[in-house]
C-alpha cells in the first residue's frame, strides 16, 4: 500500500515491519508469515487488525483508500488463516470497511468470508 511521508517515518522509528504485496508474492505466504511471526517473537500477545484496504481496488471499492496492487482477496484468505494458527494470536478485527462507498454489499461480503475463514482458524487453535 501506500504511505504518506508521516507513516513511513512512524514506521521505522517504531521498528515496524512492512511485508509488500510483492514480497508476498515472490516469497510466498508461509516465508512471509515465518518472518513477520519471527520479528514479534518477543511478544506475549498478538493483535491482528486486517484493513480491507490492503486489498486490490478491483475488489476494495466499499473502503476510503482503495489501492492498486493490493492483495488479491485469496491472497488475505491464505495469509491470515496462517497467521491465525498461531497461538499468540489474542484477537482480530476487519476494519476499513465504509458502506456509503460499498455499492451492492460487495466489500462486507468479501470482508465478512475473510473475518469468518480466520475466526474459524482462531477458535480450531
Known amino acids: ?13 517504531h521498528n515496524i515491519k ?6 508476498v508474492r515472490k516469497k510466498g505466504v508461509e516465508s512471509v508469515v515465518r ?12 493483535y491482528v487488525s486486517f484493513d480491507v484496504d490492503s486489498l486490490d481496488n478491483s ?4 473502503t476510503g483508500t482503495p489501492v492498486s496492487n493490493g492483495l488479491r482477496e485469496r491472497e488475505a484468505e491464505d495469509l491470515l488463516a496462517t497467521i491465525m ?4 494470536i489474542c484477537c482480530f478485527e476487519v476494519t476499513e470497511v465504509n458502506p456509503t ?9 468479501i470482508a465478512f468470508n475473510i473475518l ?7 477458535l480450531v487453535n
Open 18 to 23: 512492512v511485508i509488500p504485496v510483492s514480497e
Open 59 to 62: 475488489i476494495s471499492r466499499g
Open 85 to 88: 494458527q498461531n497461538h499468540k
Open 35 to 46: 518472518s513477520a511471526l519471527l520479528h514479534l517473537s518477543n511478544c506475549d500477545d498478538i
Open 101 to 109: 462507498l460499498d455499492k451492492e454489499n460487495l466489500m462486507a461480503e
Open 116 to 122: 469468518q475463514r480466520s475466526v474459524n482458524i482462531l
Open 1 to 13: 500500500r501506500d504511505y504518506e511521508k508521516e507513516e513511513e517515518y512512524l514506521l521505522k522509528k
